[in-house]
């Protein structure tokens, strides 16, 4: 889980019309800064905050004015057939790129069964799963993937040559909640590293590795190092695979060529390269016999007899749907340095935060 | 690793006609035999003994001839968009159903840019890799997977739910080997518990829980328990998500309701689901400029440095390819209690077995 504990809370809404404000005060249109916003704080509401404004607006908004990523928008289709499409996004906001080539993506699919879709020179696409997401309203099942630069070695390397690359898979229930898959090929993510390393805490085994390639529990030689993928060499052939379809079948970044991500590089582009598809149900069965069938497995797993110690058994996507449930109700949880960060950033542009 | 240690060793050659005269005596048509035998063989050869001969040949007679698998070949197309495809397999071979999905795949591919395709009412297909590997021939990146019988437990539960639901990539290159990815979402196979059984050698931590759903590294509890999930929760959800869409959406097996598989039950049909699917290159860049970047990012992962202790790094496949190279060479290791069971195999069915 990426939540933030603690923290001051905030109606989602209020953090969504100023942070729609906000974007617009660096440039970018209306509709896009709608778009945007909107993916962030339902990373928020999920409890992704990690994806939510939380740490990412201030991020986005730095990259706009030193003119690392573009506030206006431009995506060409490069390459289109019946089923695929390849979109240059031109170093634009990584959501609008997606938001495109996922609407292509479920058109296609609603005439030919599947579709698959690639962004090119892209941005930071906030959370694999909201893309996914997108074809659950059409009945569809979703796949969004992306390449990110390097912090994981290949399986007996020391030199960081993979991202985190997540994935996300969104598949369609009926009465049930969607099932909902989002995740990063590395066991943990760096920021939980960090938040060890802060805590001077060991980390678990088969988290890191130090910078020899030495596997670690020390916190802050995890830091200087590497993170592990999940099960070992499995983990390293699955970031493998993503970054090769999402950075070189599109003409992006991939391996070691990232110059530092986000706030780590201020100067130079990202251009990670992004994938999606959406299969349509009804080209293989009828979407409400799927959807019932879904409906009882999902059922049948939480059912099933708990591990000693367990108390219950969640299904993917589960506890993100319950905190995004509580967030709306109780607000989301903003850390107070990060409230002083947007009262700055507020105040600087001229819309005030509305504490 | 999948390989077998030691045996006796046979050129692939004798065993191929061998195996394909075999399967002809129980009731397989020849074109059928030679592409079932291929699928083992090159199994074999690649060192995933596993789903060579083996392993699956005996299961395969001892299936077909109790009725619980179809020597004969029925495959109908259910239903066909323009880039997807449904065969319902009617409990063929699996290969059969297979080897019909993955050239109708690449067919819709070369039109569309990319198809999906799943066989439904199936049987164990062999190796991923080999499926995945058929796009390659034609300059496509190939994907299978299938789900197969409940072996592992969702987070928090002691009940087998999901099968290793493997899957495999394969991406074309040019100078360099292809890639190959292929694995299981479990962290090690059952046959490595039962290996470490056999020599009352502890299991490493992370690879298996016993029966009450708590981890152990005791190999005899392992067997009356689960394999772990890669990743822990994320293994979990990835295992979920193959057996969804193979299972569910083929109408075929899923979760627990799985009789047993191979060996483990000569009463029922399976009745596993397989997917397919191929990303037709030239849709995204020119095939030439893809497969030149895909060489010059193989070199760059191999050349990194290496971890302390590391001799080298492989790319997916690499190995496999080394291994088959090698058995082409020398001959493919028979162990000798398997080399008896070819023996009185092809005494009783009148093909005496080549020593």
Known sequence: MAGVDGGILFPAERLR??????????????QDAVLLTDSMIEANLRGVDTHGITRMLCVYVERIE??????ATRLDVVREKASTVLIDCHNSIGQMGAA?????????????????????????????????????????IGFSSTNAPAAMAPTGGRTALFGTNPFAVAIPAD????????????????????????????LEPGWAFDDRGVP???????????????????????????????????????????????ADNMVEPTDVGSVFA????????????FTAAVDRAVEEIRNS??????????????IEFATRAERL?????????VVDDFVSLGNRLGVPFPR
């Open 329 to 337: 109700a109780k607000g989301i949880p903003i850390p107070s340095p």
């Open 66 to 71: 030193k003119g690392v990523m573009s506030a």
């Open 305 to 318: 007899a708990k591990a000693e110690g367990a108390e219950r058994i969640y299904i993917p996507g589960e």
């Open 100 to 140: 495109k080539a996922m609407t292509m993506t479920i058109e296609k699919a609603a005439h030919t069964g599947v579709a698959f879709s690639a962004v090119s020179h892209s941005n930071h696409y906030g959370m694999a799963a909201y893309w996914a997401m997108r074809a659950l309203p059409r009945g569809m």
């Open 216 to 262: 670690t529990t020390d916190p802050h030689a995890a830091l200087r190092g590497l993170l592990a993928p999940i099960g070992g060499y499995k983990g390293y052939g699955i970031a493998l695979a993503i970054d090769f379809i999402c950075g070189i079948l599109t003409g992006s970044n991939y391996g070691a060529h990232f110059p530092g991500f986000l």
């Open 17 to 30: 019309g100023w942070t729609e404000e906000i974007m617009q005060r660096v440039g970018v249109d209306r």
């Open 278 to 289: 959406a299969v349509n149900v009804e080209s293989f069965m009828e979407p409400a016999e």
């Open 175 to 202: 009465r049930e909640l969607p099932v909902v898959l989002d995740l990063a090929t590395t066991v943990v993510a760096r920021g939980r590293i960090n938040l060890y390393a802060k805590q001077d805490r060991p």
